[in-house]
Protein backbone atom coordinates (compact mmCIF):
# COMPACT_ATOMS: atom_id res chain seq x y z
CA UNK A 1 0.00 0.00 0.00
CA UNK A 2 1.61 3.49 -1.03
CA UNK A 3 -0.56 5.33 1.85
CA UNK A 4 0.07 4.32 5.93
CA UNK A 5 -2.44 2.09 7.38
CA UNK A 6 -3.25 4.27 10.50
CA UNK A 7 -3.85 7.47 10.81
CA UNK A 8 -5.75 10.06 13.17
CA UNK A 9 -9.06 11.61 11.69
CA UNK A 10 -9.96 15.21 12.79
CA UNK A 11 -13.42 15.78 11.64
CA UNK A 12 -15.44 17.82 14.27
CA UNK A 13 -12.55 18.63 15.63
CA UNK A 14 -11.48 22.69 15.56
CA UNK A 15 -9.76 24.77 17.60
CA UNK A 16 -8.15 24.15 20.41
CA UNK A 17 -9.40 20.48 20.13
CA UNK A 18 -8.41 20.12 17.41
CA UNK A 19 -4.79 21.17 18.62
CA UNK A 20 -4.70 19.12 21.22
CA UNK A 21 -6.06 16.10 19.22
CA UNK A 22 -3.29 15.95 16.89
CA UNK A 23 -0.81 17.04 19.31
CA UNK A 24 -1.87 13.63 21.52
CA UNK A 25 -2.04 11.76 18.23
CA UNK A 26 1.37 12.42 17.66
CA UNK A 27 2.91 12.46 21.04
CA UNK A 28 1.55 8.98 21.46
CA UNK A 29 3.10 7.96 18.03
CA UNK A 30 0.64 8.88 14.97
CA UNK A 31 2.46 9.81 11.75
CA UNK A 32 -0.16 10.30 9.56
CA UNK A 33 -3.09 12.94 9.77
CA UNK A 34 -6.38 13.11 7.88
CA UNK A 35 -7.72 16.89 7.36
CA UNK A 36 -10.19 18.63 4.76
CA UNK A 37 -10.82 22.33 3.39
CA UNK A 38 -14.06 22.05 4.81
CA UNK A 39 -13.66 21.05 8.35
CA UNK A 40 -12.33 24.57 9.36
CA UNK A 41 -9.10 23.40 11.13
CA UNK A 42 -6.46 22.67 8.64
CA UNK A 43 -4.12 26.36 10.64
CA UNK A 44 -4.84 23.95 13.60
CA UNK A 45 -4.01 20.80 12.53
CA UNK A 46 -0.73 23.08 10.78
CA UNK A 47 -0.08 24.62 14.56
CA UNK A 48 -0.09 21.29 16.17
CA UNK A 49 2.54 18.92 13.54
CA UNK A 50 4.89 22.20 13.98
CA UNK A 51 4.32 22.36 17.94
CA UNK A 52 5.73 18.71 17.44
CA UNK A 53 8.90 18.52 17.01
CA UNK A 54 8.04 15.44 14.60
CA UNK A 55 10.44 16.07 10.99
CA UNK A 56 7.99 16.74 8.22
CA UNK A 57 9.75 13.73 6.45
CA UNK A 58 8.09 11.74 8.95
CA UNK A 59 4.67 12.92 8.51
CA UNK A 60 1.95 11.74 6.15
CA UNK A 61 -0.93 14.55 5.86
CA UNK A 62 -3.87 14.02 3.67
CA UNK A 63 -6.31 16.85 3.16
CA UNK A 64 -9.37 17.34 0.91
CA UNK A 65 -10.46 19.53 -1.33
CA UNK A 66 -13.79 21.36 -1.49
CA UNK A 67 -16.37 21.28 -3.52
CA UNK A 68 -16.36 24.93 -4.31
CA UNK A 69 -12.88 24.44 -5.13
CA UNK A 70 -13.01 22.24 -7.92
CA UNK A 71 -12.99 24.56 -11.43
CA UNK A 72 -9.88 24.35 -12.85
CA UNK A 73 -8.82 27.91 -12.25
CA UNK A 74 -9.27 27.14 -8.45
CA UNK A 75 -8.22 24.30 -7.70
CA UNK A 76 -4.49 24.41 -7.04
CA UNK A 77 -4.74 27.84 -5.32
CA UNK A 78 -7.31 26.29 -3.13
CA UNK A 79 -4.49 23.97 -2.38
CA UNK A 80 -1.96 26.04 -2.00
CA UNK A 81 -3.97 28.01 0.68
CA UNK A 82 -4.59 24.71 2.42
CA UNK A 83 -0.54 24.27 2.39
CA UNK A 84 0.00 27.99 3.52
CA UNK A 85 -2.08 26.82 6.57
CA UNK A 86 -0.84 23.24 7.53
CA UNK A 87 2.84 25.41 6.72
CA UNK A 88 4.24 23.17 4.89
CA UNK A 89 5.37 22.71 0.69
CA UNK A 90 3.38 19.64 -0.11
CA UNK A 91 0.54 17.35 0.98
CA UNK A 92 1.21 13.54 0.92
CA UNK A 93 -2.27 13.28 -0.48
CA UNK A 94 -4.99 15.35 -1.85
CA UNK A 95 -8.18 13.62 -2.32
CA UNK A 96 -11.42 15.38 -3.79
CA UNK A 97 -13.79 15.05 -0.88
CA UNK A 98 -17.28 14.51 -2.73
CA UNK A 99 -18.27 13.30 -6.53
CA UNK A 100 -20.59 16.12 -6.02
CA UNK A 101 -22.71 15.78 -9.19
CA UNK A 102 -24.39 18.48 -10.41
CA UNK A 103 -22.56 21.25 -9.02
CA UNK A 104 -21.06 22.57 -12.63
CA UNK A 105 -17.84 21.05 -13.09
CA UNK A 106 -17.24 17.94 -14.92
CA UNK A 107 -15.43 15.08 -12.82
CA UNK A 108 -12.72 15.39 -15.42
CA UNK A 109 -12.06 18.97 -15.36
CA UNK A 110 -11.17 18.32 -11.38
CA UNK A 111 -9.39 15.20 -11.95
CA UNK A 112 -7.18 16.96 -14.33
CA UNK A 113 -6.94 19.72 -11.60
CA UNK A 114 -6.00 17.51 -9.34
CA UNK A 115 -3.49 15.68 -10.91
CA UNK A 116 -1.90 19.27 -12.09
CA UNK A 117 -1.19 20.02 -8.83
CA UNK A 118 0.48 16.80 -8.10
CA UNK A 119 2.63 17.76 -11.32
CA UNK A 120 3.19 21.00 -9.31
CA UNK A 121 4.53 18.91 -6.65
CA UNK A 122 1.83 20.52 -4.02
CA UNK A 123 1.02 17.17 -3.45
CA UNK A 124 2.48 13.98 -3.83
CA UNK A 125 -0.40 11.16 -4.28
CA UNK A 126 -4.18 12.24 -5.45
CA UNK A 127 -7.10 10.48 -4.52
CA UNK A 128 -11.11 10.48 -4.35
CA UNK A 129 -13.29 10.23 -1.64
CA UNK A 130 -16.96 8.92 -1.34
CA UNK A 131 -16.58 7.41 -5.28
CA UNK A 132 -18.71 4.89 -6.02
CA UNK A 133 -17.72 2.48 -8.87
CA UNK A 134 -19.10 4.14 -11.90
CA UNK A 135 -16.97 7.35 -10.76
CA UNK A 136 -14.03 5.71 -9.76
CA UNK A 137 -14.57 3.97 -13.12
CA UNK A 138 -14.42 7.77 -14.57
CA UNK A 139 -11.72 9.25 -12.44
CA UNK A 140 -9.42 6.43 -13.55
CA UNK A 141 -10.46 7.44 -17.49
CA UNK A 142 -9.54 10.83 -16.97
CA UNK A 143 -5.88 10.74 -14.77
CA UNK A 144 -4.97 7.08 -15.61
CA UNK A 145 -4.77 3.96 -14.15
CA UNK A 146 -2.37 3.78 -11.16
CA UNK A 147 -2.62 7.82 -10.48
CA UNK A 148 -5.57 7.11 -7.79
CA UNK A 149 -3.77 6.11 -4.56
CA UNK A 150 -6.80 5.26 -2.31
CA UNK A 151 -10.50 5.74 -2.62
CA UNK A 152 -11.79 7.01 1.28
CA UNK A 153 -14.62 5.41 2.16
CA UNK A 154 -17.36 5.10 4.98
CA UNK A 155 -16.40 1.66 5.77
CA UNK A 156 -17.39 0.01 9.52
CA UNK A 157 -18.65 -3.43 10.19
CA UNK A 158 -22.30 -2.38 9.73
CA UNK A 159 -21.60 -0.77 5.91
CA UNK A 160 -18.75 -2.99 4.45
CA UNK A 161 -19.45 -2.21 1.06
CA UNK A 162 -17.99 -5.35 -0.49
CA UNK A 163 -19.00 -4.60 -4.18
CA UNK A 164 -17.23 -0.86 -3.83
CA UNK A 165 -14.09 -2.65 -2.17
CA UNK A 166 -13.95 -5.47 -4.52
CA UNK A 167 -13.82 -3.24 -7.19
CA UNK A 168 -10.93 -1.03 -5.79
CA UNK A 169 -9.01 -4.19 -4.91
CA UNK A 170 -9.23 -5.45 -8.78
CA UNK A 171 -7.88 -2.00 -9.44
CA UNK A 172 -5.24 -1.86 -7.51
CA UNK A 173 -6.55 1.09 -5.14
CA UNK A 174 -5.92 1.63 -1.46
CA UNK A 175 -9.15 1.16 0.42
CA UNK A 176 -9.57 4.05 3.28
CA UNK A 177 -12.06 3.50 5.70
CA UNK A 178 -13.52 6.33 7.61
CA UNK A 179 -15.81 6.27 10.54
CA UNK A 180 -14.58 2.50 11.20
CA UNK A 181 -16.21 3.11 14.80
CA UNK A 182 -19.56 4.34 12.76
CA UNK A 183 -18.72 7.14 14.94
CA UNK A 184 -19.05 5.33 18.24
CA UNK A 185 -22.01 3.09 17.43
CA UNK A 186 -20.40 -0.02 17.00
CA UNK A 187 -19.05 0.46 19.96
CA UNK A 188 -21.96 -0.75 22.60
CA UNK A 189 -22.32 -3.90 20.13
CA UNK A 190 -22.51 -6.90 22.19
CA UNK A 191 -20.95 -9.26 19.12
CA UNK A 192 -17.64 -6.65 19.42
CA UNK A 193 -17.90 -6.61 23.09
CA UNK A 194 -17.59 -10.74 23.21
CA UNK A 195 -14.71 -10.82 20.50
CA UNK A 196 -13.28 -7.91 22.46
CA UNK A 197 -13.39 -10.29 26.35
CA UNK A 198 -11.77 -12.85 24.54
CA UNK A 199 -9.05 -11.10 23.24
CA UNK A 200 -8.65 -8.77 26.65
CA UNK A 201 -8.83 -5.60 23.90
CA UNK A 202 -11.38 -2.87 23.81
CA UNK A 203 -14.20 -2.85 20.95
CA UNK A 204 -12.49 -0.30 19.46
CA UNK A 205 -9.43 -2.01 18.73
CA UNK A 206 -11.27 -4.88 18.03
CA UNK A 207 -13.09 -2.67 15.32
CA UNK A 208 -10.35 -1.16 13.57
CA UNK A 209 -7.93 -4.56 13.55
CA UNK A 210 -11.12 -6.23 11.78
CA UNK A 211 -10.44 -3.53 9.27
CA UNK A 212 -7.14 -3.27 9.26
CA UNK A 213 -6.87 -7.25 8.77
CA UNK A 214 -9.33 -6.64 5.29
CA UNK A 215 -6.31 -4.76 4.29
CA UNK A 216 -7.87 -0.84 4.62
CA UNK A 217 -6.27 2.14 6.05
CA UNK A 218 -8.34 3.50 8.72
CA UNK A 219 -8.42 7.07 10.26
CA UNK A 220 -10.50 6.90 14.21
CA UNK A 221 -10.40 10.09 15.68
CA UNK A 222 -10.77 11.47 18.97
CA UNK A 223 -10.59 13.94 21.39
CA UNK A 224 -9.33 11.59 23.93
CA UNK A 225 -5.50 10.86 24.49
CA UNK A 226 -6.04 7.63 26.19
CA UNK A 227 -8.56 6.39 23.43
CA UNK A 228 -6.02 7.60 20.65
CA UNK A 229 -2.79 5.55 22.11
CA UNK A 230 -5.20 2.54 22.81
CA UNK A 231 -6.73 2.91 19.07
CA UNK A 232 -3.27 2.96 18.09
CA UNK A 233 -2.76 -0.81 20.03
CA UNK A 234 -5.18 -2.37 17.50
CA UNK A 235 -1.65 -2.73 15.17
CA UNK A 236 -0.74 -5.07 17.39
CA UNK A 237 -4.31 -7.89 17.64
CA UNK A 238 -5.01 -10.44 15.24
CA UNK A 239 -8.29 -11.84 14.97
CA UNK A 240 -8.84 -15.52 14.11
CA UNK A 241 -11.11 -16.27 11.22
CA UNK A 242 -13.81 -17.13 13.99
CA UNK A 243 -13.69 -13.89 15.01
CA UNK A 244 -13.37 -12.39 11.34
CA UNK A 245 -16.74 -14.76 10.36
CA UNK A 246 -18.75 -13.32 12.92
CA UNK A 247 -17.86 -9.32 12.29
CA UNK A 248 -18.77 -9.84 8.75
CA UNK A 249 -22.02 -10.88 9.36
CA UNK A 250 -22.51 -7.37 11.42
CA UNK A 251 -23.30 -5.73 7.66
CA UNK A 252 -26.43 -3.66 7.94
CA UNK A 253 -26.46 -1.37 5.33
CA UNK A 254 -25.87 0.96 8.36
CA UNK A 255 -24.51 4.29 6.63
CA UNK A 256 -23.90 7.27 8.50
CA UNK A 257 -23.44 9.80 5.86
CA UNK A 258 -24.93 10.40 2.43
CA UNK A 259 -25.22 14.57 1.76
CA UNK A 260 -27.99 15.23 -0.45
CA UNK A 261 -26.11 17.03 -3.96
CA UNK A 262 -22.96 15.82 -2.69
CA UNK A 263 -23.16 12.06 -2.67
CA UNK A 264 -23.09 9.31 -5.73
CA UNK A 265 -26.03 6.68 -6.11
CA UNK A 266 -24.36 4.26 -3.61
CA UNK A 267 -23.44 0.62 -5.14
N1 LIG B 1 -14.06 11.58 3.47
C1 LIG B 1 -15.14 11.87 4.16
O1 LIG B 1 -16.16 12.31 3.61
C2 LIG B 1 -15.12 11.68 5.64
C3 LIG B 1 -16.32 11.68 6.35
C4 LIG B 1 -16.27 11.45 7.73
C5 LIG B 1 -15.07 11.26 8.35
N2 LIG B 1 -13.89 11.29 7.63
C6 LIG B 1 -12.57 11.12 8.29
O2 LIG B 1 -12.57 9.95 9.05
C7 LIG B 1 -12.23 10.25 10.40
C8 LIG B 1 -12.91 9.26 11.33
O3 LIG B 1 -14.30 9.43 11.35
P1 LIG B 1 -15.08 10.06 12.58
O4 LIG B 1 -14.13 10.88 13.37
O5 LIG B 1 -16.27 10.74 12.05
O6 LIG B 1 -15.63 8.81 13.36
P2 LIG B 1 -14.99 7.53 14.07
O7 LIG B 1 -13.51 7.58 14.03
O8 LIG B 1 -15.74 6.35 13.59
O9 LIG B 1 -15.47 7.77 15.56
C9 LIG B 1 -15.03 8.81 16.34
C10 LIG B 1 -15.83 8.74 17.63
O10 LIG B 1 -15.50 7.55 18.33
C11 LIG B 1 -15.08 7.86 19.64
N3 LIG B 1 -13.94 7.01 19.95
C12 LIG B 1 -12.77 6.90 19.28
N4 LIG B 1 -11.98 5.99 19.86
C13 LIG B 1 -12.66 5.52 20.94
C14 LIG B 1 -12.37 4.58 21.93
N5 LIG B 1 -11.21 3.91 21.95
N6 LIG B 1 -13.31 4.34 22.89
C15 LIG B 1 -14.49 5.00 22.88
N7 LIG B 1 -14.81 5.92 21.96
C16 LIG B 1 -13.91 6.17 20.99
C17 LIG B 1 -14.70 9.31 19.64
O11 LIG B 1 -15.05 9.87 20.89
P3 LIG B 1 -13.94 10.46 21.89
O12 LIG B 1 -13.51 11.75 21.30
O13 LIG B 1 -14.73 10.59 23.15
O14 LIG B 1 -12.83 9.44 21.98
C18 LIG B 1 -15.58 9.90 18.54
O15 LIG B 1 -16.83 10.27 19.08
C19 LIG B 1 -12.68 11.69 10.56
O16 LIG B 1 -12.12 12.31 11.69
C20 LIG B 1 -12.24 12.27 9.24
O17 LIG B 1 -10.86 12.57 9.26
C21 LIG B 1 -13.92 11.48 6.29
Not at 14 to 29: E, H, M, W
Amino acid sequence: MSIPSFGVGTFRLTGQAAIDSVRNALDVGYRAVDTAQIYGNEAEVGQAIAASGVKRSELFVTTKIWTENYAKGKLVASLRDSLQKLRTDYVDLTLIHWPAPGNGVALAEYMEALAEAKALGLTRQIGVSNFNIELTRQAIAAVGKGEIATNQIELSPYLQSHKLTAFLKEQGIAVTSYMTLAYGKVLKDPVLAKIADKHQATVAQVTLAWALQLGYAVIPSSTKRENLASNLLARNMTLDAGDMAQIAALERNGREVSPEGLAPAWD
